[in-house]
């Protein structure tokens, strides 16, 4: 079956420590994301990328890392200068290029990440 | 800036009732807009997806319309059930390799 993995599901890191969240993808699409999802303040850009080897920042990179080194792959690294790291962060892909109609976004399953 | 609202924030209705959810953008000049759902603590489902040229996209229950001139979208939801029961999220897209802009959801609940 086609779809976004991200692991692990649940993580718990003490303040101070980087951390890296997995995402992985088999539905050949260019184009990753990770969002992060607080309550009451929707869904926020963090980092996206159109295509291997290049990404972009998006509205809330601070304390933020990224790397793009494979299509199907784009792991997300909240470091401790990340002053809130505690959240849910999702992961999607879409096709970034040709028939627009293709651009739907899909999302993995999320990672609840808490820093005590 | 793209601003997407999404009104109301919550709605509680009995099973077998149809409802409206309604979502506003305030930059006319969109690509497409998706609809999602969300289940507690899970991913986002895609539900519709709605081209700049459309008016309006059907799966099942669902109908959504989108009026670009006046900046909204409604999801029609015919015959709730209590499995219908999640968070309802719009998002639009501003060009072909723009990043989606998303509304804060609508959450619903159906009583059976």
């Known amino acids: 079956d086609g779809g976004i993995t991200q692991s692990p599901k649940y993580l718990f890191r003490k303040e101070g420590q980087n951390v890296t969240l997995s995402c992985e993808q088999n539905l050949n699409h260019d184009a990753m994301y990770w969002y992060r999802q607080d309550p009451g303040q929707g869904l926020r850009l963090i980092y996206y990328?159109?295509?291997?080897?290049?990404?972009q920042k998006g509205d809330i990179a601070e304390g933020y890392s990224v790397s793009r080194e494979k299509k199907e792959s784009f792991p997300l690294t909240v470091t401790s200068a990340q002053k809130n790291p505690t959240a849910f962060y999702l992961c999607a892909s879409s096709i970034s290029s040709g028939r627009t109609e293709l651009y739907e976004q899909y999302f993995g399953p999320g990672t609840r990440l808490t820093v005590t | 800036k793209q601003e997407v609202t999404q009104i109301p924030a919550a709605l509680s209705v009995p099973e077998g009732e149809n409802l409206v959810l309604n979502c506003s953008f305030t930059?006319?000049?969109?690509?497409?807009l998706q609809w999602f759902r969300q289940d507690p603590g899970k991913g986002l489902t895609s539900l519709l997806l709605?081209?700049?040229?459309?008016r309006e996209q059907t799966s099942g229950r669902l109908n959504a319309s989108l009026d670009k001139s006046s900046g909204r979208s409604t999801l029609y939801i015919a015959a709730s059930q209590p499995g219908d029961s999640a968070t309802y999220l719009c998002?639009?897209?501003?060009?072909?390799?723009?990043?989606?802009?998303f509304g804060k959801g609508t959450m619903l609940l159906v009583s059976p």
């Open positions: 709605i081209q700049s040229s459309q």
């Open positions: 990328s159109q295509i291997v080897n290049d990404f």
């Open positions: 930059d006319s000049a969109i690509y497409n």
């Open positions: 998002a639009v897209r501003q060009s072909g390799y723009s990043t989606l802009t």
